[in-house]
Each structure stands twice: as C-alpha cells, then as structure tokens.
C-alpha cells in the first residue's frame, strides 16, 4: 500500500497556501495567491487539489489551519467555520464545509497559530518537546499552546497574547488593546511600540531603551505562561523578535520574575534552549497543516 | 475475572489517606493517620494495605497523590521523590519506590493537588468536562490543570497560584510571597487577607470590604487563566471559598476582566455553571489517587 497523500490550507487574512504531500515536511506541490471573496478563493484551492489528484493520485484527508475566529466546537452546529471576523466578506464562512462537500475526505481543522505551533513544534524548533507554546509577537500576540503533541482547545482555544500585565514603573504609555488596555498585546505588540516610541519598532537602534521595556513586558507574560502551562520550551517568531537583542534580555527577565520559584536548569542555567527562535518561520504554517490532514486520517 | 482491587494514598504533609477499592468512589476500606517521619507513616500504609489483601485479595495498582516539591519527571533518577520540601525528615524521601519495592505493583503518582483535581473534575463539579482548571485558596492558592482527562505535567508542572497580578489602585498592601512578593497567592490566600486586615478572614463580617477586594484578586487571576489554558469549568475550593458571597463577585469581575473578549455564553451569561464550589471536597484527594491506580493499571 502505499503511503497516503495529505492536503493542506494555510488560510490566512491576506493569502493562501496550499500544499500535497506524503508527509507534512515531503511537500511534493504547493500554490499561493491572495484572498479574495470566500468562493473564488476557496474555488482556486479546490481547483489546485483537483490538479494534484490528476498526477499524483487520490487525496486521503486535508488539513486546515485558519485565520479567525473560526468555530472549534465538534458539537456546534457552525463547527468548521469562519465566525465574526472583522474580514466582513468571510464572516459566517464553512470552510470545513466547502471542502468536505467537494473532496469528501476527513477534514481537519484548527486555527492558523495552532497549526503553526504544531507544524514548528513537532518539526522544527520544538523537536523532542510533547507540551510547548509558541507565540508571534507582530502585529497582534498570538500562539498556539500544545499539550501532549496536540493544540490545546478546552473550551475554545487559548488567546495568551491578552493576559494582563503589571505596568513598568516608568511606563506610562496606556496598551492599545481596544478590549484591555494595557494587556500584553497592548503593551509589547508591534502596534504598541510603535505607539509609544512614535516610530516603528524596526527604525529604532538596537540599543534604543525600546527593547529592554519590551523584553521586560515579554518576560513578564511568560513568566504566568511558565507558572500556568509549564511548557517544556517556548518558541517566539513574529516580526518584533526579528531584533536579536531581545532574546537574551527576556531570558534574564523570565529568570528575575520566577525568582527561583521555577528551580530548574531549562529557567535557572539552559536558557538559550528553553526560549527559541523558530525554525521553520514561514513554513510552520503549511506543514501544521498537513499534520492535522495526517491526524484527521488517523482517526478515521 | 473480578474487578481489580485499587489502593490510594493522599500523601498530606499533616495526616496520610489510606484507602481500597474497586474503583474510585467504590471505597470498601479507608485508614487516616498523621504524618510522622517517613519511614513510620509509609510502614503504617503499607500494613494497612497488607491488612487489606488479606481480607480482600490482591491489590492490583496503587496511586498516591502527595504533598511536595515532588519530582514527575519519568526520566528522572529521582522520580518519584518528594524532593526539596520544607518539611525537613520528608526532603529526597523515595516514596514511590518505597510502595514499588513492597508491594511489586504499578504505581501511579503526582501531586497531591493533580491528584484532588482528577477526583474533583472527574467524579464531582468537573464532570462532563475533560478540560478545567481545579484551584485551592487556604494556606497558598494551588490548582491542578487538567488536559484531556490527564494532569498536565509539561516540565514540571503548574503553579497557577504563583502568576502575578496588578495591584488594586485603593490596595497598597505589597503580598505575602517570599517569591514574587504581590502575586496571586501573595494577595489572595489566606494569609495575605489576615495581614492586610489584621484578621483571618473567618472573623471578617460577610460584608466587609475585604471581600470584594479579594473577589477582584481571583477574578483577575481568572482572566488569565481564562486566556491561557481555555478550561470548561473552574472548580475552587479552600478555606477562603467558604465565603460564599464572594462566588457571585468573583463571577461578575471575571466577565469585567476579559471585557467581551471570549465572547462565550459560559462566560458572558450561565457563569453559575462555569465557576463553581467542589462537590466532594474533602474526598476528592483520595479519590484521585485511586484514579491514579486506575491509570497505572491499565497502562502496564
Ligand atoms: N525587524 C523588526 N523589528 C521590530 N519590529 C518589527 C520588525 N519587523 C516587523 N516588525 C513589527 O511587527 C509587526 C508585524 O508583524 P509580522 O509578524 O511581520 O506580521 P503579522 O503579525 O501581521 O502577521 C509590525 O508592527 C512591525 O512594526
Ligand atoms: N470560612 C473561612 N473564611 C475565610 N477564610 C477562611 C475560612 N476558613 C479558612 N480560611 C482561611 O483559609 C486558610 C486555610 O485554608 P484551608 O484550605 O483550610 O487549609 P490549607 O490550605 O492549609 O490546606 C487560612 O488562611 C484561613 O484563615
Ligand atoms: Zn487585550
Ligand atoms: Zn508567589
């Protein structure tokens, strides 16, 4: 017999990529192109999978890892779906439907940072870890909490990037977050550093006073992360930690808001391995996807 | 071929729970003693589970839930240690392996708070729920989080009572946390109500001030909780919860905090179902042993 060939759609806000292949990292085609109206670009992923069962054979299952909200609830009725998204035009869209009426295979189905949390974790800067996290850290603060090899869900899906944080002394600067203010996101996204500092964090110098607040701030959010989820390994990509700089000085940090109540050598000696970089950056999404086709044809 | 015969130990740093039987709330026989010096409380244990074979045939599995620092790491050369704890005889005491190498059967082991959560969750207030969060305010605020119907243990495990929180502005009390200082548990348990108001909050009337304030506290840790780990249900327990006006609070606070942001009904309305008292309270810690017994059965 030989071995199954996975489909998988990374649907994001502003574009698509969709991919075949036998295993999530033996990606034998893929596309991208933008997003459009909901049956256009939904269509020309259908279309693209199409072509590919032409030449290489029948798809097994598809994986999906979408921009939101989207609906992970197997019991609800609009489970599969886009929700209230402010991207008006795909409010209220069954993705999961679309491709499950067309392709009739198992469809899975996750939001994009837990794909992306997956398909890094399990093969890229997360290997050899079962419960990690990962974060970006751009325009928004986002991440995907796996516990046991798989995205955590519970009751929807974690939202880390909220939680509230301790302002800094010498911080006046309010949070944009137009729910909390000053949670982390409001305080440490790109948005809020541009806001603070008035200009974009990649115009400021390396040694701009920018960088040891916004570590401080990270520090300070994995800190709880660390006391809540006890994660074997932290993974931050997003545009933000494109500055080098910070790294160390979130691991110094991290270690000073512990303050030894964390007595491990991951927190108190190894740090330079227990907060990473991504590995696959752009590739996450993609191979996080082809994992949820694999696991949807695994429990078939 | 007849049920096999489950043994649990709530392993407690003032009194041990010692019970059988052929599932975990089918209890046919308990013991409870104080806790002396190792070697004397595990002996007493262990005769009491002698006793029990000969009446009741072979035990099958043991669990034992217990106080610690304990070590869950599988790969440890300490595990199944309580390792650094403050309770000077019981410091690097092999616990596991002292029932391991007696009565040669599967043992399963956490800690003693993983252990009241399973109990609690599975068989009282979490039930229908394979996600949720179990927290005790008394002495220190601990919880148990549960994953999928597992303890999640990750590096080491959780200690959600740690995470810190933002002072109220009319607060300026600065916690009790050797650690953190104005943590959670540095403002909330027990003991930071008696310093802040120079009472134990038992001798506090019902409507006094302090209880709002500490309704604002655990709400506020809620939050994040909330945003991290998604759980269906949070179950608290502990001394101070027997305050029962501060439930409604706690509740109204929480839906403050996250200001619309999970836009759930378990959340923005039927919250009585969402934050809730234990049902078994002072059996839950035995009863999760005995489901670690369970667990270890059926994985050997
Ligand atoms: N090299 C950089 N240094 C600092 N900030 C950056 C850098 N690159 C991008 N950013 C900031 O990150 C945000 C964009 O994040 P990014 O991860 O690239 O996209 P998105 O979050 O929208 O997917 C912007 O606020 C931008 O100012
Ligand atoms: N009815 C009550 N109201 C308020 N606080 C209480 C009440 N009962 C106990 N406490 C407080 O809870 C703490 C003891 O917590 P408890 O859960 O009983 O024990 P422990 O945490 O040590 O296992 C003490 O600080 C005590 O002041
Ligand atoms: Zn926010
Ligand atoms: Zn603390």
Known sequence: MSKPLLAGIEAGGTKFVCAVG?????????????????????????????????????????????????????????????????????????????????????????????AAALGEGLYGAGRGCDTFLYLTIGTGIGGGVVVDNKA???????????????????????????????????????????????????ELPEDHPAWDLEAWYLAQGLASMVLMLSPQRIIMGGGVMHQPQIFPAIRRYLKEFLNGY??????TEEQEEYIVFPERENRAGITGALLLAEDAASVQ
């Open 152 to 202: 955590l869900h519970g009751l929807v899906h974690p939202e880390v990037g909220h939680i509230r944080v301790a302002p800094r002394r010498d911080d006046p600067f309010p949070g944009t977050c137009p729910f909390h203010g000053s949670c982390l996101e409001g305080m440490a996204a790109g948005p809020a550093i541009e806001a603070r500092w008035g200009r974009p964090g990649i």
């Open 22 to 114: 036998y295993s999530p990292v033996e990606i034998l085609r893929e596309t991208r192109f933008p997003t459009t109206t909901p049956e256009e670009t939904m269509m020309r992923a259908y279309e693209f999978f199409s072509g590919c069962e032409k030449d290489l054979g029948p798809i097994a299952s598809l994986g999906i890892g979408s921009f939101g909200p989207v609906d992970l609830d197997l019991s609800s009725d609009t489970f599969g779906n886009i929700t209230s998204t402010p991207k008006i035009l795909w409010a209220d869209t069954d993705i999961v439907g679309f491709f499950t009426n067309r392709m009739n295979v198992p469809v899975g189905f996750d939001t994009d940072t837990n």
């Open 262 to 267: 964390v007595d491990r050598p991951e927190i």
